[in-house]
Every structure is written in structure tokens, then in C-alpha cells.
């Protein structure tokens, strides 16, 4: 039975700590990556950030927004993580599940864009009198429908192939040391 003063479990600990305290908190780096592209869109698309929030919610539901933004934080982290060999198998493939859901998700919500706008389209009857106002639905439809694909594939490819090339570079390093 170990007790409170055994040396061996107090160096245990402190190794602990000092592993701990080597690693780099991921969290601040991505919320100035974040907070800085969301100032660079706004100075290019000359909309405060409260339009431009406006904007992308208009365009994208609160649905989407929330998976994609959690998606993306996970490949993000995936990438970051992918630095020793012996983890780089698991950290690869949750970067490379996480590129894949993205992608799903994309065209997910561009299908069911495409369903939500025929679907009104089918709802009312067409009339000279109501056919801008079926029109503007069925346009606001389709452009959530080809915005989540237009965000969601790119998105999904740079994190499948930075994942992909991390992985390598990590694993050519761990076989040229090893040889």
C-alpha cells in the first residue's frame, strides 16, 4: 500500500504535471483564428458582425451551423493531436471521420434544401398573384440547399488532406529515426 509520503507515486505525479504543463492549450490559438477570419470577412464584406451573423443565418440553419462548427472543431483538434506515432493511427482516422461527416453533412442539408423548397412548391397552388412570394421561398431554399455543400465539401477536403499529410510526415519521421 503506497502512502501519502512513498517517493516513487510523488515523482509519478510531478512527471505528470510536467507532461501536462508541455502540452499547448488548443482552445485560445482557435478562437483568434476564429475571432480574426470573422474580422477579415467583415472588413471585406463591409458588413458589421451583426449582419454578418445575420447573414449566415440566413443562408445556413442553426442546425447546420452548430454540427458543421463542431465537426470542423474536431478535425481541427484531430490535426493539432497528430504528433506522436504511436497515436497518430487514432488521430488520423477521427481527422479523417470527422472530414467524412462534414462532407455528409453538406450534402445532407442540400438535399433536404432541395426537398424543403419543392415541397412548398407543391403546398400552394400557382396563381400570376402568388408566384414571387413561392418563388423567394423556394430561392431562399435552394441557397441554404447549395451553400452547405459550396462550405461543407471544401471544408471537408482541406481537413482530409492536412490530416492525410500530417499523418505522413509523422510516420515517414518515426521510420527514419527508427532505421
Known sequence: MASF???NSNQDIADKMKSMNNEKPIVMPIMGIIIISLALVSYATELPLSELFFWIERFFSSVFIA???FLVAIGIYAIVQLKQPEL???WQEVGLQAGNAIATLALTFTLLGISLG????SEQP???ENIQLIISGLTKQFSMAFMTTVIGLPTATVIRALISIKYQKITAEFSNKNT
Open 118 to 121: 419543392i415541397g412548398t412548391l
Open 126 to 128: 400557382l396563381s400570376p
Open 5 to 7: 509520503f512513498d517517493i
Open 88 to 90: 497518430a493511427n487514432y
Open 67 to 69: 454540427i458543421y462548427t
